[in-house]
């Protein structure tokens, strides 16, 4: 259950501290509206008071320590063109891409936040989770870094030969997307949210080099993260869904609080490398173990994780990726309450 003491404990385990218990996250929404069984996701992403009426109900049923209010990666594309679809219990996705020309870039809007698109509806969301648990959950809310924002507009394969091909229009793309990320993150912050998912999944290892991710990815996302710091409080947890040591060891450089790391990452490896550098989270494996595995083997990799983890401090319990909507509740449980004895 929620609990008082949760945003020291994260705050500890930024500090590379010993928190006086680990708190226990889960990337699990897709999971939890399946479960909640009221509507589905379409309908939900659409309403945040039905986003928050189910994420509210999943924290309060499972346990978990935050309250992840990422829902889909559609929210600040949609107000600029991108053609985004979802079905059902099929999230939204970018599908229709923009041009990846300089005419295009000069016709993207800035939008206002607060009335753009889905936008106000994952504000209230975030308000609504935050005045229901206070401070007794850490709440988060999300946004795409710049270099993945150029990926979801224009299309991955574009983004990647603009890069060779026209780098200072890149450049002026990710600008453009800095400035705005920088409104959607504050408008979320001043809704409530204490922390912000930051996505860049399309710099992960298996698309560009080390040296690729910090020349054409990381210096926009340092850029946001520093500018986002400066001017408000929040913490940043950053996802890549990445697994190779020297990317984690690069993302550091960003300036974020908290990395995520992916679920084929050696933990061990990981908790060796960043160790004294940055707090991190991860990674148990939402589809060969929460999803396909029985609940003690949930509950053992679960132990796993937290003995190698735990120790020294700068950790915080999480999954490595979107915990698919048929996880069974009982391997959810299993996690969630194996990861709570060792905390």
Not at 75 to 95: K, N, Q, W
Not at 179 to 202: P, S, T
Not at 235 to 245: A, D, G, P, W, Y
Request: with cysteine.
């Amino acid at each position: 259950m929620a609990y008082h003491g949760v945003m020291d404990d994260v705050k500890k385990a930024i500090a590379l501290e010993v928190p006086n218990r680990v708190p226990v996250f889960a990337l699990s929404e897709e999971f939890d509206v399946k479960w909640y069984g009221k509507w589905d996701y379409e309908t939900v992403c659409q309403d945040g008071a039905k986003i928050a009426e189910v994420w509210i109900a999943a924290i309060e049923e499972f346990g978990y320590d935050w309250a992840w209010v990422q829902v889909d990666d559609c929210f600040e594309f949609e107000p600029v063109g991108v053609g985004c679809f979802g079905e059902g219990d099929i999230l939204r996705a970018t599908r229709d891409h923009l041009p990846c020309t300089r005419e295009s870039l000069e016709s993207w809007p800035i939008f206002d936040p607060l009335t753009a698109g889905r936008i106000p509806e994952k504000l209230k969301a975030i308000r609504k989770i935050r005045e229901h648990f206070g401070e007794t959950v850490l709440v988060q809310g999300s946004a795409a870094a710049p270099y993945s924002c150029v990926g979801l507009t224009c299309g991955l394969s574009e983004t990647m030969i603009v890069g060779i091909t026209d780098r200072a229009l890149l450049d002026d793309m990710c600008a453009f997307f800095i400035e705005q990320q920088y409104r959607f993150i504050k408008a979320q912050v001043e809704a409530g949210a204490h922390a912000i998912w930051l996505g860049d999944c399309n710099a992960y290892s298996s698309m560009i080099s080390v040296d690729q991710y910090r020349d054409l990815a990381l210096p926009s996302c340092k850029e946001l993260v520093a500018r986002c710091k400066n001017d408000f409080e929040v913490i940043f947890h950053l996802h890549n869904s990445e697994t190779k040591v020297p990317y984690l060891l690069a993302e550091i450089e960003t300036g974020v609080d908290i990395i995520n790391a992916g679920p084929d990452a050696d933990i061990a490896a990981v908790k060796e490398a960043l160790s004294g550098k940055c707090c991190f989270t991860g990674n148990l494996d939402p589809i060969e173990v929460l999803m396909r595995g029985t609940p003690e083997q949930v509950a053992t990799e679960a132990e796993r994780i937290m003995s190698i983890c735990k120790p020294r401090g700068g950790y915080l319990f999480n999954t490595g990726e979107m915990n698919p909507r048929d996880t069974p509740a009982e391997n959810m449980r299993a996690m969630m309450q194996a990861a709570k004895r060792m905390a």
